[in-house]
């Protein structure tokens, strides 16, 4: 309780840096499709142009995220924190000024390369923070807390935006932004990379002959530079068999997850005509769940279960969320199936088709469970470092994920884009989904009918 207490500041810094960052995502789609395509529900452009913002993001964070890192452990955490907190109040304060197109590409640029330093790496940073501070058998448990920290932000960031305009989101979004990084300023103390809390690193040095008193295990002190090189990145992944095992799990689970997220909301407005409302919606029944998985359901079950038996549950919730939405985009082939062999027992007018509609919603189960990958997988990966490489470690992990999200779009908006404007073509689309939306509402009337009868 005592080292929770002295992360208190660093818990309020994350909260408000993300709650910023996240309050704008719901609005986002919206703002994209009026700048690019006005006046369409469906828009191939707007599908590629974030293909290709999250694309080179995801290029660049993997340059940056060691790099940065790396910097924290020789000048400490808070001094690297105030570069991406710093940055990322320009691309909102464009849109709280305007969102016209021409104001809407500036942001679109300027967003991708600030992006390119801030995106993940407060996070990245953040953990590094905690492990410098806490001991190895309550990380797991405080890197939950921090994952948790970070989705009541997106809770409340999607609630926030639920209930205000467009323009006030982003004046709101900038707003914050400089909140946080003067609170991070003024309130959190600095933090240099340490060995008081590490049993037993990995990566030792070729001597032996630097023990410590009671009987504790050697101890690295490295001194690296400032840009870490490929080869030093290549034997960081080669130091430990741990580590390289959880380089690839956050890879491909990052590949299928950022695919996943990148795709979506564009097939939601097509598919469904979403719009900012029912995004925030959706975003906020997912964080509800995620949170109370992460702050109350984690911090008691990590020290009795083991890391790798939590990161196998997580992977198994991230498989059943997807494969729940394969069969929503397949149009509940087997729901009709079923209606078909008992059509003689459900009544006429039934109300399947809205089982489509409630699979984003009926999904969010899973993230209760898909929660646990990020910290299990952070904390395995803490344990196999020193303590004076953290977060080149850290950041290492980020980069791989960022490689997996310059990946995924290549793959995902094609496939998205092929999805939404085939499945139509010989009706058109826009025909085509408002029958659908008109039989699904249609079919909610019919069981609102029902339950007042």
């Known amino acids: 309780m005592e080292k929770l207490r002295e992360l208190i500041h660093l818990f309020v810094t994350v909260f408000l840096s993300t709650f910023a960052s ?40 993997v340059v940056m995220m060691p790099l940065i890192g790396n910097l924290s452990d020789q000048y400490g955490r808070k001094a690297l924190l105030t570069l991406p907190m710093t940055l990322s109040i320009i691309p909102s304060a464009i849109l709280a000024y305007s969102m016209t197109t021409s104001f809407f590409y500036a942001y679109y640029v300027l967003r991708i390369l600030t992006a390119m ?38 809770v409340c960031g999607t609630l926030a935006a639920r209930f205000l305009s ?45 023990s410590q008193d009671g009987g504790d295990l050697p101890r690295k002190t490295m001194i690296s530079k400032k840009i870490p090189s490929i080869q030093a990145i290549t034997s960081l992944l080669r130091s430990s068999v741990t580590f390289s095992q959880a380089a690839i799990v956050a890879f491909f689970n990052s590949l299928s997850y950022g695919g996943l997220q990148a795709s979506l909301m564009y097939y939601l407005k097509a598919r469904f005509h979403f719009s900012k409302n029912q995004y925030a919606e959706l975003m906020i029944l997912l964080g509800v769940s995620g949170m109370a998985s992460q702050l109350l359901i984690m911090p008691f079950v990590a020290p009795c279960v083991a ?7 997580g992977l198994l919730g991230g498989i059943a969320n997807a494969l729940l939405y394969s069969v929503a985009w397949s149009t509940w082939v087997m729901l009709q199936l079923i209606y078909i062999c008992f059509a003689s027992f459900i009544p006429d007018n039934s109300p399947f088709l809205l089982l489509e509609l409630v699979v984003p919603y009926a999904s969010t189960i899973f993230s209760v469970f898909e929660v646990f990958v990020s910290p299990c997988l952070r904390s395995i990966v803490s344990k196999q470092i ?65 339950m007042t009868l």
């Open 166 to 210: 467009t323009a006030l989101t982003f004046q709101v979004s900038a707003s914050v932004s400089m909140l946080a990084a003067v609170y991070m300023r003024i309130f959190l103390q600095e933090s240099l990379p340490n060995g008081e809390n590490l049993a037993q690193p990995i990566l030792k040095s070729g001597q032996d002959d630097h």
């Open 117 to 154: 330093i801030c995106e993940g790496s407060i996070n990245c940073l953040a953990l590094a923070y905690v492990a410098d501070n806490v001991l190895e058998r309550e990380r797991t448990s405080v890197f939950g807390i921090l994952s948790g920290i970070t989705t009541a932000a997106f």
């Open 307 to 313: 890391e790798e038996k939590l990161l196998a549950i």
């Open 386 to 450: 020193g303590p004076n490489e953290q977060g080149k470690a850290q950041g290492c992990i980020s980069g791989i994920i960022s490689l997996a999200n310059i990946i995924s779009p290549l793959v995902y908006s094609p496939l998205t884009d092929d999805r939404i404007f085939s499945e139509c073509s010989d009706k058109g689309c826009s025909s085509c989904f408002k029958s659908q939306k008109q039989q699904l509402h249609s079919s909610l009337d019919l069981v609102l009918s029902g």
């Open 22 to 61: 996240l309050i704008v995502v719901p609005a986002i789609t919206d703002v994209t499709m009026v700048a690019v395509c006005p006046g369409q529900d469906e828009c191939s452009l707007a599908i590629y142009l974030s293909g290709f913002q999250q694309a080179i993001i995801g290029l660049g964070t």
